[in-house]
């Protein structure tokens, strides 16, 4: 059984960064190809963020967020990573990390039920 497990939410004001870490564990048989972020406001509908296709230079960033935040991965520790920069009060929310054995593209990596595992989220809150 897969088991992902989310890092590094915090409070901060507008304007700094954070770093979120997601840590893999549970796989034998294959590894999750498809790893991603996603995000959940209060009241809103679970949001893709952006995606890495494991073992490759492949991401893909939802506009939201482009040239703030970046997704990177460490496969020898099975960990993916948020690095999210000048945050502002749109960007809080329940960040979530998600995976999934197949490889990830331009037209599924952003729909939360094309994913098969899921963290329990970490909370990021950004006051202005």
């Known amino acids: 059984q897969v088991q992902l497990a989310e890092s590094g939410g915090d409070s901060v004001q507008a304007g700094g960064s954070l770093t979120l870490s997601c840590a893999a564990s549970?796989?034998?048989?294959?590894?999750?190809?498809?790893m991603a972020w996603f995000r959940q406001a209060p009241g809103k509908g679970r949001e893709g963020v952006a995606a890495?296709?494991?073992?490759?230079?492949?991401?893909f960033i939802t506009d939201a967020v482009k040239g703030r935040f970046t997704i990177s991965q460490d496969n020898a520790k099975n960990m993916v990573y948020l690095q999210m920069n000048s945050l502002n009060s749109e960007d809080t929310a329940m960040y979530y990390c998600?995976?999934?054995?197949?490889?990830?593209?331009?037209?599924?990596?952003?729909?939360?039920?094309?994913?098969?595992?899921w963290g329990q989220g970490t909370q990021v809150t950004v006051s202005s």
């Open positions: 998600a995976a999934d054995p197949r490889r990830c593209s331009s037209d599924s990596w952003r729909f939360a039920s094309w994913y098969a595992y």
């Open positions: 549970g796989y034998s048989s294959y590894s999750p190809s498809c």
């Open positions: 890495v296709y494991r073992g490759t230079v492949v991401t």
